[in-house]
């Protein structure tokens, strides 16, 4: 196969709710977007660079100038057998996961179109439906938290996971554990804390939460290994693992007990996959991770969540919650068990609405 073309752009997009974490609130998102040609056939892919460097380094100007100015020309005319020969290919480029998986993953859709499979059956995924979980923002109060979780609870979602950051902590989960004391709940940091802060992290264990997301350094095995032998609950990383010989690490030194695995902060789907692959063999569960991404991205992280070790619920969740209209047709829905059935169309199987894409966008570069 050959990729003849890319088509880089830039949209816009309100969230239906700001969202925040300890690193920031967001309210409108810019999201970078690549469409390719490859043999006639069109692929999808998103990038979920940030708008700034404060959840990984990367970001929307450094995604399009390491695709337009290194990823290009290294992909340009080249032949290859198949989108998994992708990731060795751009070896080269070290780093910048984000903007090689946006290129990746829209390979490996217009693969499945030319094999004319679903792009969930070309990577080996067992599931034909998926569990959802969803992930909440820091709200400004107890009340409004509380509500929210009502609601989605009330839509189905089998697991609520909230932000946390210091200040905001055990009072909300406190808060939620009296009210609901029965569901799946879990926390993520976004790297809020410090190792120091490990008394306070084990007072979180009153409260039975499947897991803590990254509470550390985002790029700390070390003190999460120290912290992980503290602590009963699990530790879950995520911003921690960029690759495979991360995971690898953080499983051996104890640093944590389940992964969230994300396409763009992996690069796409072959080290996903490898990343699933090693997991599995180490009895280590995983889920999907989302990044506020937009109908294109949201259709690859289905895909990846049918893979087998997929089994708790991943943050992949309906378009509405994020967006009053989503770029792709059918949008993405959740059913009343909490949990998106699968589409046996060819490709991400959902459709880019090309002419809502087009009005939502601010920048666009096409490149042969
Ligand atoms: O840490 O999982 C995270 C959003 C932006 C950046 C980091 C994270 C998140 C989320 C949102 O938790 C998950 C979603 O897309 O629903
Ligand atoms: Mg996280």
């Not at 790029?219 to 530790?235: F, G, N, V």
């Not at 080290?271 to 280590?284: E, F, K, T, Y």
């Not at 059935?341 to 090309?354: A, H």
Request: with cysteine; aromatic share 8%; proline share 5%.
């Amino acid at each position: 196969m050959k990729i003849h073309s890319i088509t880089l752009r830039e949209i816009r997009m309100s969230l239906v709710t700001p969202f925040e974490t300890s690193f920031g609130r967001l309210a409108d998102r810019r999201i970078l977007l690549l469409e390719l040609n490859s043999d006639g056939v069109c692929g999808w892919g998103e990038s979920v660079a940030g708008e700034g460097p404060f959840y990984a380094p990367e970001t929307v100007e450094t995604a399009w100038h390491i695709l337009r100015d290194f990823i290009w020309p290294l992909i340009k005319d080249r032949e290859f057998n198949s989108a998994a020969d992708l990731w060795q290919i751009l070896s080269p480029i070290r780093g910048h996961n984000m903007a090689k998986a946006a290129i990746e993953s829209a390979a490996w859709d217009a693969e499945a179109k030319q094999k004319n499979l679903p792009l969930w059956k070309l990577i080996g995924g067992v599931r034909h439906e998926i569990p959802c979980g969803v992930s909440i923002g820091i709200k400004p109060t107890l009340e409004e938290l509380i509500s929210t979780v009502e609601r989605e609870l009330a839509a189905g979602y089998q697991r609520i996971k909230i932000k946390i950051k210091p200040g905001k902590d055990i009072e909300p989960v406190e808060a939620l554990r009296q009210r609901f004391p029965r569901i799946r709940l879990m926390v993520d940091a976004n790297s809020a804390y410090r190792l120091e802060d490990w008394p306070h992290l084990k007072r979180l264990e009153a409260y039975y939460l499947m897991m803590i997301e990254q509470p550390l350094g985002w790029d700390d095995l070390y003190s999460h290994a120290e912290l992980q032998r503290k602590l009963e609950t699990p530790i879950c990383l995520d911003e921690c693992i960029h690759t495979l010989e991360h995971a690898l690490a953080a499983i051996d030194l104890g640093a944590c007990r389940i992964i969230n695995i994300k396409l763009g902060r992996v690069g796409g789907f072959t080290p996903s996959i490898q990343i699933h692959d090693l997991c599995r063999s180490r009895q280590i569960p995983v889920w999907c991770g989302g990044m506020l991404e937009s109908g294109i991205g949201r259709a690859h992280n289905i895909a990846l969540s049918t893979l087998e070790n997929f089994t708790l619920p991943g943050d992949v969740t309906a378009s509405r919650r994020y967006w009053t209209e989503d770029i792709i047709e059918p949008e993405v829905e959740v059913s009343s068990q909490g949990t998106i059935r699968v589409l046996d169309r060819p490709g991400i199987g959902y459709t880019p609405r090309v002419d809502r894409i087009e009005r939502l966008t601010a920048r666009k570069e096409f490149l042969k």
